[in-house]
């Protein structure tokens, strides 16, 4: 599995394709993308910085400016669609196996689609990523492999370890702007044909 992508498949699959190279291009990683709704549906993208530094409200601006291009022009969802782009969190989700390697140590959450061990859900330390999955030590000493083919979700527990971790991680810049990891920059979009 590639350390550099999330799996997606379907329109989310599309999308991610489609917009890649352009956030890779600004220094940027996707991390998730979501499609929600049916009227007007919302397409969720979730973004790192590719040097591992936490992202900024105007990073999601530059992220929501090069994406909200290329929808337009690519047209992967007919009618009008509403965008949002945001940083993972603190409490981010796992999609990706580099996201296991880097965040090993921490506490998470899985739920996996077929039973692993006659279990589905799964809470304990990230010990990194194998080729198989995403490996966890559970609070009993036993270590399992979650398959990323049969992953719904996995996602880190916010603790006082994660939180020091994540403050490592800060840009100076960013330390001025509390909170700013959190804030979703927006783009709406409204298509008319002629």
Known sequence: MDEDHSTHVGLEGRIAALITPSVEDLGFEIVRVSVLGREVPTVQV???????????????????????????????????????????????????????ERFAGH???????????????????????????????????????????????????????LIAATQAMMKPAAQEEEGAEEAPAEKKKSKTRH
Request: net charge negative.
């Open 107 to 161: 506490l998470a959450k899985a739920e996996v689609l077929i039973p692993v061990n006659g279990r589905r859900r799964f809470s304990g330390i990230v010990l990194g990523a194998s080729e198989e999955g995403g490996r966890m030590r559970l609070d009993d000493g036993e270590e399992v492999v979650l398959p990323f083919r049969e992953m719904k979700k996995a996602r880190l527990v916010l603790t006082d370890a």
């Open 46 to 100: 979730m973004a790192d910085r590719a040097d591992g530094t936490l992202i900024t409200v105007e990073d999601c601006e530059q992220v929501s400016h090069a994406v909200g291009a290329v929808m337009d022009v690519e047209d992967p969802i007919p009618g009008n669609w509403t965008l949002e782009v945001s940083s993972a969190g603190i409490d981010r989700p796992l999609t990706r196996p580099k996201d296991w």
